[in-house]
């Protein structure tokens, strides 16, 4: 089955097509960074008018970089939520549209549950069960996966999630937005520990988490203080190492706790390489595995969006590939754990 997968969430439009039998064919992104940088943050409606502008177009370089055209299309794959509003509108209408056209059906996808089973199509891939946190711009959760669709929600952030966390860090340090990379960057020339920043209910008994004490922390040894390039550098690799302390003893605490051995890091935050790194050695010493997507596969993109419609429809029955719809919405706030299993 050819699936074409469009992701339209946020500030990034992903379109992807995807075989079962061959695999990932074709993949292309556009990023709305630049556009957005001078605001220090994604507004919405500029965001919904870029999508509208590169969705057809993307479409039409990854068919002619596969050799297939629309109508060898069994399913069009698109992400329903969560997400913004009118961006998520592009992607569904246009989804829909082509779908209707071509008489194949339309599929809504979890943007989330696109991120947590990517690191699938790797080689090593995690088999079920296993612990996976999503932890991105605007979402920091740890799930126990049992299966597509079987997904429970173990722990999350009580308010800004990581990804924010970073993106205003960095608007404090003068820094560019995305957040995330900027701040890894500046964070290689600093040293952590040169300041003291808190690490949040690093000790709690739950699995939650909570980063706007830390941003907090962050303006108040931004504020009033003239900082040179070296204190700006220390802040940058002391909130970074906060960061990382806080994802990985969560995540090693939710291993332990299901007595599971293997864990899937999923979204934007899942490329820091610090993180990377000091999970793979400490879950290393709990005879655990971590798996990651590939670096460009961490942010939205369409790949993970087919993918995902791929396995639900490789578990559906004739009738579900061959159901056509008229009408759609989106879902701008949609709970990973509300989902059925595929098949069901």
């Known amino acids: 089955m050819l699936v074409l997968g469009i992701e339209t969430s946020c500030d990034e439009t992903g379109v992807a097509l995807y075989h079962t039998r061959q695999g990932l064919l074709a993949h292309a992104l556009h990023t709305q960074a630049e556009l957005h940088a001078d605001y220090g943050g994604?507004?919405?409606?500029?965001?919904?008018?870029?999508?509208?502008?590169?969705?057809?177009?993307?479409?039409?370089?990854?068919?002619?970089?596969?050799?297939?055209?629309?109508?060898?299309?069994?399913?069009?794959?698109?992400?329903?939520?969560?997400?913004?509003?009118?961006?998520?509108?592009?992607?569904?209408?246009?989804?829909?549209?082509?779908?209707?056209?071509?008489?194949?059906?339309?599929?809504?996808?979890?943007?989330?549950?696109?991120?947590?089973?990517?690191?699938?199509?790797?080689?090593?891939?995690?088999?079920?069960?296993?612990?996976?946190?999503?932890?991105?711009?605007?979402?920091?959760?740890?799930?126990?996966v049992?299966?597509?669709?079987?997904?429970?929600?173990?722990?999350?952030?009580?308010?800004?999630?990581?990804?924010?966390?970073?993106?205003?860090?960095?608007?404090?340090?003068?820094?560019?937005?995305?957040?995330?990379?900027a701040i890894a960057a500046l964070a290689e020339q600093g040293r952590a520990g040169r300041i003291s920043l808190p690490r949040p209910m690093l000790?709690?008994?739950?699995?939650?988490?909570?980063?706007?004490?830390?941003?907090?922390?962050?303006?108040?040894?931004?504020?009033g203080r003239e900082l040179d390039a070296q204190g700006r550098a220390d802040i940058a690799a002391e909130f970074q190492a906060a960061v990382v302390d806080v994802l990985v003893t969560k995540s090693l605490a939710a291993l332990k706790r299901s007595g599971h051995q293997q864990l899937v890091v999923a979204g934007g935050v899942g490329a820091?390489?610090?993180?990377?790194?000091?999970?793979?050695?400490?879950?290393?010493?709990?005879?655990?595995?971590?798996?990651?997507?590939?670096?460009?596969?961490?942010?939205?993109n369409g790949a993970m969006i087919a993918y995902a419609a791929a396995l639900r429809l490789q578990a559906s029955g004739p009738e579900i590939r061959n159901t056509q719809t008229r009408g759609f919405s989106v879902k701008p706030r949609w709970n990973l754990a509300s989902l059925k299993p595929a098949g069901v």
Do not use: W
């Open 42 to 144: 994604v507004v919405p409606e500029l965001a919904s008018r870029d999508h509208i502008r590169r969705v057809v177009p993307l479409t039409q370089r990854i068919l002619d970089q596969s050799g297939y055209a629309l109508t060898n299309l069994d399913a069009v794959a698109y992400t329903e939520g969560p997400g913004l509003a009118g961006a998520l509108l592009v992607g569904a209408s246009i989804a829909h549209g082509l779908a209707y056209a071509l008489g194949v059906p339309a599929m809504g996808i979890h943007h989330l549950e696109g991120h947590l089973l990517a690191p699938l199509m790797e080689k090593p891939a995690p088999d079920f069960p296993f612990i996976a946190l999503l932890v991105s711009g605007g979402h920091t959760q740890l799930m126990q």
């Open 146 to 181: 049992a299966g597509v669709g079987k997904y429970e929600l173990l722990g999350e952030t009580l308010d800004d999630a990581a990804g924010e966390a970073f993106d205003k860090t960095a608007q404090l340090l003068g820094l560019g937005y995305p957040g995330g990379p």
């Open 203 to 223: 000790r709690s008994d739950d699995l939650d988490f909570s980063f706007s004490g830390l941003k907090t922390a962050v303006m108040l040894q931004v504020k």
């Open 272 to 300: 820091n390489r610090a993180l990377r790194m000091r999970l793979t050695r400490d879950a290393l010493k709990l005879g655990s595995q971590v798996f990651y997507p590939a670096p460009e596969f961490c942010t939205d």
